[in-house]
């Protein structure tokens, strides 16, 4: 454990941010909560009790949780909104436009919270409270600000997670099935293949989020996009759609992350003086290259002792 980190907090302090963890049995809470300006909110968490704000970075289960959805204090972009009327029946918050400000009152607080794609998957995006910047999971951070505090992710936070997507391989496809994860990864590529002309259908429940996203899916296509599970019933050419190496399909490197490279680009242009890896696995060797950076770091764990 870093043993600055009563300091750091305490610093923090200075941008009206103070991170915790809500515990829950004898754990936590998913991901994390702060204070800011003395408003309670909730990043990618689950549903606050009393008025308090959920901030939704995106619409991947590990992200928004079912109840947020109900939470009419939760705040999600349109696309994000519209992904979670197809999985939980409904949201009842409070929905923008990436790239709007936001503007939230609790009690004699106003606030303002401007939002960012970070192209992640459809309706991703990051929201920035005064000097303090909450990613979500990132694709491409060349829209994102600078900032003096970034909060971000490290799905891919160590050094053997570099690639390049292969994305002249996968327009090179015909006539195959594509294994790729329902929500957001097959809307992504369903979009890619389509602006190159290709006619694509998909299965299951990404066909629905398709249909409802605009995205022009047709029934039965030259490509097909199914979930990676249900490759193994397909007959012809299959790939996986993944920059994970666990599957036994022929692999395209498509991913919806940065890589550990993409970690450490994003950094430089964010230009932070701290930074909170809040998902993911930050590793040393990262950790010891954002400080090489000139950064204060911290990881969720880090956390798990404050209380609010
Ligand atoms: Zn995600
Ligand atoms: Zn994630």
């Known amino acids: 454990m870093n043993s600055r980190i009563p300091e750091i907090v305490e610093e923090l302090q200075s941008f009206d941010f103070y991170p915790f963890r809500r515990r829950w049995g004898s754990g936590f ?39 947020n959805a109900k939470n009419p204090f939760a705040l999600a972009s349109e696309e994000t909104a519209t992904i979670l009327e197809v999985c939980c029946g409904g949201f009842s918050g409070r929905i923008f436009r990436v790239g709007e400000t936001v503007r939230i009152r609790k009690n004699e607080t106003k606030v303002k919270v401007k939002t960012y794609p970070t192209h992640h998957m459809h309706g991703s995006a990051a929201f920035m409270l005064g000097d303090v910047l909450i990613t979500g999971d990132v694709k491409d951070y060349r829209d994102l600000p600078k900032c003096r505090v970034l909060v971000t992710e490290a799905t891919y936070g160590s050094p053997e997670f570099v690639f390049e997507d292969e994305i002249d391989k996968l327009l090179s496809v015909d006539r195959a099935a594509l294994g790729a994860y329902p929500i957001g990864k097959s809307q992504k590529v369903a979009q890619i293949l389509i602006d190159a002309g290709k006619n694509v259908s998909v299965e299951g429940k990404a ?52 890589d ?25 060797m990262l950790v010891q290259e954002v400080k090489e950076m000139g950064c204060e770091v911290l990881t969720l764990e880090d956390l798990n002792f404050l209380s609010c």
């Open 29 to 67: 809470r998913p991901h994390f909560s702060f204070k800011y300006r003395s408003v309670v909110w909730h990043v990618d968490s689950s549903r606050g009790t009393a008025g308090e704000v959920n901030l939704i970075t995106h619409a991947h289960t590990d992200h928004y949780g079912q109840r």
């Open 207 to 258: 066909e629905a989020i398709c249909r409802r996203l605009g995205i022009d899916v047709c029934d039965s296509g030259e490509v097909v996009i199914t979930s990676p599970r249900e490759l193994k019933n397909k007959a012809g050419r299959k790939y996986v759609l993944t920059a994970q190496k666990f599957y036994s399909f022929p692999r395209i490197v498509v991913s919806d992350h940065v």
């Open 260 to 284: 550990y490279r993409g970690i450490l680009e994003m950094v430089e242009h964010c230009d932070p003086e701290y930074v909170l890896f809040y998902h993911g696995r930050a590793s040393e």
